[in-house]
Antibody, heavy 115, light 108 residues
Framework: EVQLLESGGGLVQPGGSLRLSCAAS????????ISWVRQAPGKGLEWVSG????????YYADSVKGRFTISRDNSRNTLYLQMNSLRADDTAVYYC????????WGQGTLVTVSS | SYELTQPPSVSVSPGQTARITCSGD??????AYWYQQKSGQAPVLVIY???KRPSGIPERFSGSRSGTMATLTISGAQVEDEADYYC???????????FGGGTKLTVL
């Protein structure tokens, strides 16, 4: 059974940092590009960042470029998102996902940026 | 940045056909994918590669793409199909992904 399990969300003050993790199982992790997708309260889905299976290619939405860093540890089947200089509009549920042909998604982790 | 455009809402009566459109400049070269999201749940893939249906998705869900427009069709919509629907694709480079703004389907 495919599983993507996010962790690391929580409450953080504006300007702070947070690191999200996503543990994958049930599929050949290295064969898949994986993305982070977020959903602000009451809003639509927003693609945040993606990384190729090898980790060599990393891509970011304009809204997070320069503040967020995506990475992966293929030996641990784990995806990461380092989030720095957080703002109130980064408040959202963050999903790790492979949104293409297989449609693998986690259940999400909530990040709240507030003082 | 690349954008996909969907209508904010579509409304049909039970048993009618619902059509949700998604426009994007890269569609002649890139596939469209469709997700269903019900309140409080993670999105579920209902159509991939324009018109393929994952196992477990009812046959009433179908997809098509022509030019710069992709369409999700729900033939004989059911009350349980009420949800938000999102199209998904990538830009022409394939490196940057994007979701449409979402369409709220009401079946009543």
């Amino acid at each position: 059974e495919v599983q993507l399990l996010e962790s690391g969300g929580g409450l953080v003050q504006p300007g702070g940092s947070l690191r999200l993790s996503c543990a994958a199982s049930g599929f050949t992790f290295t064969s898949y590009a994986i993305s982070w997708v977020r959903q602000a309260p009451g809003k639509g889905l927003e693609w945040v960042s993606g990384i190729t299976g090898s980790g060599a290619g990393r891509y970011y939405a304009d809204s997070v470029k320069g503040r967020f860093t995506i990475s992966r540890d293929n030996s641990r089947n784990t995806l990461y998102l380092q989030m720095n200089s957080l703002r109130a509009d980064d408040t959202a549920v963050y999903y790790c996902a492979s949104p293409g042909d297989d449609g693998y998604w986690g259940q999400g982790t909530l990040v709240t940026v507030s003082s | 940045s690349y954008e996909l455009t969907q209508p904010p809402s579509v409304s049909v009566s039970p048993g009618q056909t619902a059509r949700i459109t998604c426009s994007g400049d890269a569609f002649p070269k890139k596939y469209a994918y469709w997700y269903q999201q019900k309140s409080g749940q993670a999105p579920v893939l209902v159509i991939y590669e324009d018109s393929k249906r994952p196992s477990g998705i009812p046959e009433r869900f179908s997809g098509s793409r022509s030019g710069t427009m992709a369409t999700l069709t729900i033939s004989g919509a059911q009350v349980e199909d009420e949800a938000d629907y999102y199209c998904y694709s990538t830009d022409s480079s394939g490196n940057y992904a994007v979701f449409g703004g979402g369409t709220k389907l009401t079946v009543l």
